[in-house]
């Protein structure tokens, strides 16, 4: 019954998986992904030892659980308000903004979700096509903007967009995991720097 589908949960059912789910993840955030135990999540949760595998197969599948949540929270559309009349560098900053504040909500997890994805190649694979939503939206914009005369035409439109998301997430997991730097508009402001220079909107008035 492992990883049953919620639909063929009772009540008290999903309510038992959703206290084992975020036990799992301030467990891993406290003590890391390897030396968790089941019975550290069980004990965390408030629940039997053999209740944990009625729902999970394992510790990993548990992390999937997680890490799908976190990377629908990453990637999910911006939540910052912008009017309809923006401009592209407004849209630029108002993305770095918001995904700038996701990755903090997540970063004791993005740090594990990434130590993991090192060693497990469905985490790797999981990564993978989360960071291929993000920087599909973006290629998306990309190819609009060049549409419309603002972008070079002759530029990959998917390769910019994931040159750029790879810029973007290494800053962000250098600043937010490792801890480096602590001006955190002057940051922002030069990631929206370097992300309106790479497309040309620089040229923009």
Not at 142 to 155: K, N, P, T
Request: aromatic share 8%; glycine share 6%.
């Amino acid at each position: 019954m492992a990883e049953e589908s919620t639909t063929a949960l009772t009540e008290r059912g999903v309510r038992t998986r959703e206290r084992l789910i975020q036990a799992a993840r301030e467990v891993f955030e406290e003590m890391g992904f390897l030396d968790t135990r089941v019975r550290h999540i069980t004990e965390r949760a408030g629940a039997a030892y053999g209740t944990f595998y009625t729902y999970f197969d394992s510790k990993e599948a548990v992390l999937r659980e997680v890490a799908d949540r976190i990377f629908a929270d990453m990637t999910g559309r911006d939540r910052l308000p912008l009017g309809p009349d923006a401009s592209p560098r407004d849209r630029v900053s108002r993305a770095n903004r918001s995904y700038y504040t996701a990755y903090l909500r997540n970063a004791r997890m993005m740090a594990i979700i990434e130590q993991v994805a090192t060693f497990n190649e469905e985490f790797r694979e999981m990564r993978r096509r989360h960071r291929a939503s993000a920087t599909g939206r973006s290629a998306r914009a990309i190819r609009r903007w060049q549409s419309e005369g603002l972008v070079d035409a002759g530029l990959d439109a998917d390769l910019a967009a994931r040159a750029l998301a790879a810029m973007v997430d290494h800053s962000l997991y250098l600043r937010l995991v490792q801890g480096e730097g602590d001006d955190t508009e002057r940051f922002l402001d030069t990631l929206d720097a370097l992300t309106v220079r790479a497309l040309g909107l620089d040229r923009l008035t």
